[in-house]
């Protein structure tokens, strides 16, 4: 029995690598198909090889167990990662603000740590930067500003990176496995343009991949998506996944206060101050969304 992680899945086919490097294509055992969870990028297995006929792997494989998670999203599918980066382009297509509180919530659900990337800055005027400078500060979150065209920010992105494995998230067409070629040219990640009609990604990247990275660590290259969705939140855990209010929160008077209307509320008074207004819109816009989830 060998030991490895999940680097590729599809198609009821995972790759898989072991410690040395030995790339192995794999089936699940029945038994584990049948249970509830079913196998991610990331994931940490126990495989049995056997000799392979492809040149392409040094075997083939059976997995016979998954190890336990240190974490996981359902969004892009991806276990056991140290760190969440959120990618934004500020431009063509434009940045889906509320998509990055939605992303940072999840982190924070999953104890990942987050970074978030603005990318496409050269397609901005400095006015037009200017202008979008008071929300991207708004995140409580290390923020870089990258273009993958000037070169701006490829170098701090690539610190970021090394030693450990984060997992690149956002819409299509951002720049995601563009920024990935310029920060190590040697990955040849397919990239694809935005429509000039709808300024939307194509798709491009369709498989969620581990990629190793030649200084250390590792990076997850995963497909754009628009919608998602929470799943398994409480409307009262809300609060929790916003790291500003928690200074704040022991102060209202409700020890469960939900900083909507309740009287002597510590929170809502920052509004404009130390809180940003369009996170506090955001909050606003996911409780209700998980009430009428709960209504359901
Ligand atoms: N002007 C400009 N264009 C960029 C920049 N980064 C990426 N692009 C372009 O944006 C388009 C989409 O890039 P991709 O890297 O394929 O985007 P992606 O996020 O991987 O998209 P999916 O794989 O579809 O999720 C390509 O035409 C890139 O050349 C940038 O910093 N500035
Ligand atoms: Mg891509
Ligand atoms: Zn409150």
């Known amino acids: 029995m060998l030991q490895g992680k999940v680097i590729k899945a599809a198609g009821g086919f995972f790759t898989v690598r072991d410690q040395t490097g030995g790339e192995y294509l794999c089936r699940a055992r029945g038994a584990l198909k049948k249970g509830r969870q079913s196998l991610i990028v990331g994931d940490r297995v126990v495989f049995e090889p056997v000799k392979s006929s492809s040149a392409d792997y040094a075997g083939e494989g059976v997995i016979e167990e998954v190890l336990p998670r240190n974490n996981c999203l359902p969004r892009p599918p991806v276990a056991n990662v140290d760190r969440l980066i959120v990618i934004m382009s500020l431009k063509n297509p434009g940045c889906d ?8 919530v999840l982190a924070e659900k999953e104890n990942l740590s987050l970074l978030i990337c603005f990318n496409k800055t ?3 005027t400095a006015d037009e930067l200017n202008e979008l400078t008071g929300r991207i500060n708004a995140y409580p979150y290390p923020v870089i500003l990258t273009s993958a ?3 701006k920010g490829i170098n701090h992105l ?12 956002g819409p299509s067409g951002v720049g995601k496995s563009t920024l990935l ?18 300024k ?14 030649e200084e250390g660590g590792s990076v997850v290259d995963t497909p754009g998506f628009t919608r998602l969705d929470f799943f398994d939140i409480e409307p009262e855990q809300l609060p929790g996944f916003f790291p500003e209010f928690e200074t704040l929160q022991g102060y209202c008077g409700f020890r469960d206060c939900l900083h909507i209307n309740e009287p002597n509320c510590a929170v809502k008074p920052e509004l404009g101050k130390t809180l940003a ?18 209504a359901h």
């Not at 603000?97 to 992303?103: A, D, G, H, K």
């Not at 690539?158 to 998230?169: D, E, F, P, R, Y």
């Open 97 to 104: 603000w509320q998509l990055v509180s939605r992303m940072a």
């Open 122 to 124: 050269d397609l901005l």
């Open 277 to 294: 207004p369009m996170r506090y819109e955001h909050y606003k816009y996911f409780l209700e969304e998980l009430d009428r989830q709960e």
């Open 149 to 151: 065209v000037s070169g």
């Open 181 to 198: 070629n310029s920060v190590q040219p040697g990955l040849f990640l397919q990239t694809g343009t935005v429509s000039e009609k709808i």
């Open 200 to 213: 939307r990604g194509r798709h491009t990247t369709r498989q969620v991949s581990l990629l190793s990275l």
């Open 158 to 169: 690539k610190a970021q990176l090394t030693g450990q494995c984060s997992v690149l998230a």
